[in-house]
């Protein structure tokens, strides 16, 4: 068997192994994971697969692709959080397959196992691929367009310029225009620095034709009024000038967040991007390179900043790293001392943050006087059981910066990077069993265990003070009930302000309660952070 082929079958041993496990452990999370499960299950209720809706009314900001994608899931699945999230699973092993496949092909076939091992075993792109977000579908599809439009620039064969446009039409398809906006920038600036003009008439093509079945979709799904396209640009206009529902931060905020989150390929992209200048403008590590800061720069001039807005940047990020990474493994180079140091410190904070804050939490109740904040202290008050094995995560974390530190300094280069990545990834796995359910515990389970109670009575349930889906799923709202299932803020105000024929269930944050005392409500009981009342 030669190396390429026990390569693939490595990448498709560790995506089932490391992806597909424990994907059910905890409830979907609002608002995204819920959002775009909620929309697949309403497909499946009313057989409608055109249409993309919330509470059965449409849902114009979304593309169904990968919503389509969680309802073939859920046909085999059921209907669960397993089946919402198992399709990144899926993308996860197309990734890693991508990866090694592109990366051979810029190199060699250690090359491309690197990429993928890099990619793998890094913090965010890991844990990505276990949660039921759209963007891991997006991304690859995003980048693997701009992929082969670079190699029709370099080989000029016009199969490959159609894979582009079929794969970016895609992206669209998935998540909206955006996709198409990222392909078009980072394209261009790369033409313009290699002064290939001439090109952009093929982009022209790609962007025109591309849009194409979007529209046809959106046509066929909402079909065509004044109203609807205002909205639609509205919307848009909204998400690039506004901080939404308060994800707001600095321009830089995009730039932490990667730096930090998408250890430890971050820091291993850093000697290869401080020395681009030296790199040909026409080369595949250029290419990666503007992708990079053309998704760090846009995302950080965008009001709204919300963590996975800039995941687009972990495939080129990761394809640096792997470019320092692949050197040093078969010796080509060493790593850098400053290097080697800011991994290893780095990552010993992350891990004894994974150690203390499950120590923490542990004995809360010896902390509780100190924290001067009522809501804070309420949550933490939460009946949730700590078994003290929720350190797991961070020592084994630990244990595998120190295997690799000892590994590299006895030039035991190829061993200690496989054991480095190995234990992020591992640790971010054992992360999702052992912490994620407990977390949960503190922000959101309270809430869902209570429209759960509810969800096949005949009440009105709105949630107060927050925006949320979560009664529309767990609250298993039907075209019948979606009535019963409040969002719009004029009609909980109607529900505060008068009586009506059912019962009616408020949800609402124990830091928001006082601001409602004013109305005939009653409390029924207060957990983990949030009241809930009937009036």
């Given at each position: ?53 919330i509470n059965f009314e449409p849902f114009h900001e979304k593309p169904p692709l990968f919503i389509w994608m969680q ?126 003009f001439k090109y952009f008439l093929q982009l022209f093509y790609v962007f025109v034709l591309s849009l194409l079945p ?322």
């Amino acid at each position: 068997m030669n190396n390429s082929k026990v390569y693939i079958f490595l990448i498709f041993f560790i995506s089932i192994a490391f992806f597909t496990p424990f994907l059910g452990s905890v409830h979907l999370f609002d608002w995204d994971e819920i959002n775009f499960a909620e929309s697949a299950r309403e497909m499946i209720v009313t057989r409608n697969y055109t249409q993309v809706m919330i509470n059965f009314e449409p849902f114009h900001e979304k593309p169904p692709l990968f919503i389509w994608m969680q309802v073939f899931s859920m046909k085999i699945f059921g209907i669960n959080e397993y089946a919402a999230r198992f399709p990144n699973a899926v993308v996860g092993l197309f990734t890693l397959l991508f990866a090694f496949f592109t990366g051979k092909r810029f190199k060699d076939v250690d090359f491309g196992f690197t990429w993928a091992l890099v990619y793998f075993g890094s913090l965010l792109p890991f844990f990505y691929f276990k949660s039921g977000i759209i963007d891991p579908t997006f991304n690859l599809f995003i980048f693997s367009a701009i992929v082969y439009f670079y190699y029709y620039f370099n080989e000029q064969k016009k199969k490959d310029l159609f894979i582009s446009l079929i794969l970016i039409s895609l992206a669209i398809l998935t998540k909206g225009p955006v996709g198409l906006l990222m392909y078009i920038i980072s394209i261009s600036i790369f033409l313009i620095f290699n002064k290939k003009f001439k090109y952009f008439l093929q982009l022209f093509y790609v962007f025109v034709l591309s849009l194409l079945p979007y529209l046809l979709w959106y046509y066929l799904a909402f079909g065509y009024s004044e109203e609807i396209l205002e909205k639609f640009i509205y919307y848009h206009i909204k998400l690039l000038t506004t901080g939404d529902a308060g994800h707001s931060g600095p321009f830089y905020y995009h730039f932490i967040v990667v730096l930090l989150g998408v250890f430890p390929a971050s820091f291993f992209a850093l000697p290869v991007i401080s020395k681009i200048k030296k790199v040909e403008n026409n080369s595949f590590i250029f290419i990666n390179f503007i992708l990079l800061f053309s998704v760090l720069i846009v995302f950080g001039v965008v009001k709204t900043k919300i963590l996975h807005y800039s995941s687009l940047a972990y495939l080129p990020l990761t394809f640096l790293a792997a470019v320092y990474v692949n050197d040093i493994m078969f010796k080509l180079k060493s790593i850098s001392k400053a290097n080697k140091i800011a991994v290893l410190v780095y990552g010993v904070i992350i891990s004894l943050a994974l150690i203390v804050f499950p120590i923490f939490m542990y004995n809360i109740n010896n902390y509780l006087d100190l924290i001067k904040d009522n809501f804070t202290r309420s949550i933490l008050q939460s009946q949730v059981y700590w078994s003290g094995l929720e350190i797991i995560p961070g020592m084994f974390l630990l244990l595998g910066l120190i295997f690799w530190f000892f590994l590299i300094n006895r030039e035991y280069e190829l061993k200690g990077f496989y054991i480095l990545f190995a234990s992020v990834a591992t640790s971010v796995f054992m992360f999702m069993y052992f912490l994620a359910p407990q977390i949960e515990q503190y922000t959101q389970a309270s809430p869902i265990e209570f429209y759960q109670k509810y969800s096949s009575e005949k009440v009105i349930i709105a949630p107060l003070g927050f925006k949320s889906y979560a009664h529309y799923f767990y609250g298993n709202v039907t075209p019948q009930s979606k009535i019963d299932r409040v969002t719009n803020d004029e009609i909980k105000n109607y529900l505060l302000e008068n009586e009506v024929e059912k019962k009616v269930y408020f949800v609402i944050k124990d830091n928001k309660v006082k601001k409602y005392a004013d109305y005939n409500l009653k409390l029924l009981y207060s957990k983990n952070g949030f009241s809930f009342f009937e009036k």
